[in-house]
């Protein structure tokens, strides 16, 4: 099940509860509500965590700038936003093709 359609059930549920006062929609309206705490857990900004959101983002910055260095741009930290992603959706078009 998605988000959304767990967002639908959430609302019949609650809108289902005000009309009813049924206890049985309570059980429903937990178990979304759960669904959507799970679903957006905060991210990691530890410096010590080894999950850290910021440290990964950096080494996966290095690991696709290395990649593009090996296929011949340079300077690949020095290029503007879209020229990165437009050299990197170039060379990932490309090896999909090969």
């Known amino acids: 099940m998605n988000y959304l359609e767990k967002l639908k059930k959430y609302l019949k549920a609650q809108i289902n509860f005000e009309l009813t006062q049924d206890p049985a929609y309570i059980a429903e309206i937990i178990k979304c509500r759960d669904y959507f705490l799970e679903s957006s857990k905060p991210k990691?900004?530890?410096p010590f965590d080894k999950n850290n959101d910021l440290i990964r983002l950096e080494q996966e910055f290095e690991s696709m700038c290395a990649a593009l260095e090996e296929n011949g741009v340079k300077d690949a930290r020095e290029m503007m936003v879209y020229e990165f992603y437009?050299?990197?959706?170039?060379?990932?078009?490309?090896?999909?093709?090969?």
């Open 44 to 46: 990691s900004f530890n």
């Open 86 to 98: 437009s050299r990197v959706a170039y060379f990932e078009k490309k090896a999909k093709n090969q």
